[in-house]
């Protein structure tokens, strides 16, 4: 996801407790304030930070078509499988250092690694401007130093919400991913009409402006004071405590998080190739349709999914690794039809479905991870399994792109990215055999004061 310990340690330690000035001091918490002018400021703060990040990453295919045309004018080999990696590479970027990010944020604080992020976006952006003819130099600028400042801007913007809220905190989490949804909807248009009228180099730096919003965002996140010390414990493995507890390795002892955090690169395999692929597929198919439309429709409904099961997931007896399975199960169905179909009008409604399950397998990691892991450990269990997924996400848009260098169509591509969801959401039907001998007394929502003490004594539950 200043040094103020007591702004994470709700978040990345297994008991309420600080480290300064070489002491551990015993801590209780407050309930965050569920309220007020300074709470909803954060939550539009978040709410934008995921849009600006997401709304960027989201529309790649922008991009990459016009970065296709610029590589083959240049008569560089692969073209499209080049060109592919570059958006895709942020994203894995982003995903495979967020258990870096969570670390960096017990560090410096929240607010600092936000800020931090945000300006480490917005010089890659710019830097990109500079190197627009050139895709190994983007592979940095833009995969890199891009992906890296989404990581460190990303993860506070989730963490800070906990601060902040807790009752409704579910759907507050709805709310703000859907900030990346709405940005998807009119960023694609807005790149369209930028790159037509001012071309890539322009593109990149208007872009550069956006994302620096980000970092005034991260000002934002200034966590509230919900740790009051008691009495410090003096002790000389103080160090060593911090280490274990931003480093626990628990997590991998519960065999049920173990097999959903496996089961999701598999099923993320093919996840971005629609995002990147799909207007060149309109193209081919369509074209005389408006080639952003089937996008623009995965972004909106995948917003109101968000909002819906971000309020499902604050209701008690709602099965989350059975929606979150039955979502993988459609995306990677809608998936392989998706290069057959040969009606416009289908395929929009094709788009819709897609948007709605994507939504709902994105609203409901947080709350699996709560379920499996429980409230201490949800912010490693969610950044380890994005770095376990980073890799595949990178390599799938590439993949696709390179074989349709080789068979000049979409349809082995898009039938091969919807195979991985479909067999990672069968795989998590091994989580059931598993039971989870934790004790419902657990927490929801995330937030430090009910905690699932059984997972200490059982982390094998």
């Not at 849009?51 to 083959?72: D, R």
């Not at 971005?272 to 623009?296: E, G, R, S």
């Not at 490693?380 to 696709?400: D, N, Y």
């Amino acid at each position: 996801m200043d040094t103020e310990p007591q702004e994470n340690s709700d978040l990345l330690t297994a008991r309420p407790k600080s480290i300064s000035n070489g002491n551990i001091h015993n801590e209780t918490t407050k309930s965050p304030p569920d309220g007020g002018f300074i709470a909803y400021a954060v939550m539009v703060g978040s709410f934008l930070t995921n849009g600006l990040l997401f709304g960027v990453m989201n529309c790649y295919s922008v991009i990459y078509t016009e970065l296709v045309k610029s590589l083959q004018t240049e008569g560089v080999v692969n073209a499209e499988s080049r060109a592919a990696l570059v958006g895709p590479l942020a994203m894995g970027t982003m995903f495979l250092l967020s258990p870096l990010s969570g670390v960096l944020t017990a560090l410096m604080g929240l607010r600092m690694t936000a800020v931090l992020g945000g300006t480490i976006a917005t010089v890659g952006l710019l830097i990109s401007s500079f190197v627009v003819n050139n895709v190994n130099a983007l592979y940095f600028t833009y995969g890199i130093m891009y992906g890296l400042g989404a990581s460190f801007a990303y993860t506070p913007s989730l963490a800070i919400l906990g601060h902040y809220f807790k009752k409704y905190l579910g759907l507050v989490n709805g709310i703000v991913t859907v900030g990346s949804s709405i940005f998807t909807v009119f960023m694609a248009s807005l790149m369209e009409y930028l790159i037509n009228n001012y071309g890539l180099l322009w593109l990149f730096r208007i872009l550069a402006v956006f994302t620096f919003g980000i970092a005034l965002c991260g000002l934002l996140f200034n966590p509230i004071s919900v740790i009051i010390p008691e009495k410090p414990i003096k002790t000389d493995d103080s160090y060593k405590t911090l280490v274990k507890s931003i480093l626990n390795v628990d997590i991998w002892k519960n065999k049920r998080y173990t097999l959903w955090a496996l089961s999701m690169p598999l099923s993320l395999f093919g996840y971005l190739v629609p995002y990147v692929h799909i207007k060149a597929l309109m193209k081919n198919h369509f074209p005389d349709a408006d080639h952003n439309l089937p996008l623009q429709c995965i972004a909106a409904m995948s917003g109101v999914g968000r909002i819906i099961v971000g309020y499902l997931a604050d209701k008690k007896g709602v099965d989350s690794i059975t929606l979150q399975q039955i979502s993988f199960y459609v995306i990677g169905t809608l998936t392989i039809i998706l290069p057959f179909v040969t009606n416009f009008g289908l395929l929009v409604t094709i788009a819709f479905g897609m948007g709605l399950c994507d939504g709902t397998f994105i609203a409901l990691i947080g709350p699996i991870a709560f379920e499996l892991c429980g409230n201490v450990y949800a912010a490693q269990a969610i950044g380890c399994m994005l770095g376990l997924s980073a890799f595949p996400m990178s390599v799938g848009p590439p993949v696709a792109g390179y074989l349709y260098s080789i068979y000049n169509s979409y349809k082995l591509p898009f039938i091969l990215a919807g195979i991985s969801p479909l067999m990672g959401a069968s795989l998590m039907f091994a989580i059931r055999f598993h039971k989870n001998k934790q004790n419902s007394e657990a927490t929801t929502n995330g937030h430090l004061g009910l905690v699932r003490r059984d997972f200490e004594k059982d982390p094998e539950a």
